[in-house]
């Protein structure tokens, strides 16, 4: 089990910029979730794939922000015209396709937005 | 929509002392629940879970947690903690809606003096 790995750990970006974060999840995962997570709070829904298929999305993700999973193997998160309220963690989990398996998490990646 | 509390943000304990953190819950109906904890500077991982049977579940290093329907509770115990127990612990749960996507607390940051 080489464990859910994401990159960058941290990543400090002007307001307005484009940012784009990766997630390799464990090889035989096939259903990959997105967090955010700030100070004081616990990991908040984004978005998850179940192999390709981006199957459920929160209302947290706006329209600036996209997810992919090609060939269901990694995934990317991208945030465009990055606000300061994006600052935050943004962690990555995957599991197995059967019900109500655990996640496995990444080390997360922290976004500062100056 | 689930959610779910997590009503002792900062628990400060001896070595010896015994541990209990609440987590309660909104949705009435079939859940699974979950307890992650996250030490510092380490990724969120899986301390315990319950899907059903017996509801006193026990988990690793110790820990162990009793869901009670009746109350929609699902409390953490552990009866002696150690200075290593130091961490955030994050009471999950899914269920509610067809949703199998979890709803985490905001967590309880947990600090064992020597």
């Known amino acids: 089990d080489t464990g859910v790995s994401q990159n960058p750990r941290h990543k400090i970006t002007k307001r307005g910029q484009n940012v784009t974060f990766r997630c390799d999840p464990i090889s035989e995962h096939n259903r990959l979730y997105w967090y955010r997570q700030t100070l004081g709070q616990g990991p908040e829904f984004l978005t998850y794939?179940?192999?390709?298929?981006?199957?459920?999305k929160s209302r947290l993700l706006s329209d600036r922000f996209s997810a992919e999973r090609p060939k269901g193997s990694f995934s990317t998160l991208e945030i465009q015209r990055t606000e300061q309220g994006d600052s935050a963690m943004y962690l990555c989990?995957?599991?197995?396709?059967?019900?109500?398996?655990?996640?496995?998490f990444g080390d997360g990646t922290r976004l500062s937005i100056l | 929509a689930q959610s779910v509390s997590q009503h002792n943000h900062h628990v400060i304990l001896s070595e010896a002392a015994s541990l209990e953190l609440g987590c309660n819950y909104s949705?009435?109906?079939?859940?699974?629940l979950f307890w992650y904890v996250q030490y510092p500077g380490q990724h969120l991982q899986l301390l315990l879970k319950?899907?059903?049977?017996?509801?006193l579940v026990k988990g690793i290093k110790g820990f162990e947690a009793e869901f009670i329907k009746s109350k929609f509770s699902f409390n953490l115990r552990k009866p002696s903690v150690q200075w290593s127990d130091t961490a955030e612990y994050f009471c999950a749960v899914t269920g509610g809606g067809g949703s199998y996507i979890p709803t985490f607390g905001r967590g309880t940051s947990l600090i064992v003096h020597p």
């Open positions: 794939f179940q192999n390709e298929a981006q199957l459920e």
């Open positions: 989990a995957s599991s197995l396709g059967t019900r109500n398996q655990p996640q496995h």
């Open positions: 949705y009435g109906g079939t859940v699974n």
């Open positions: 319950y899907f059903s049977g017996d509801p």
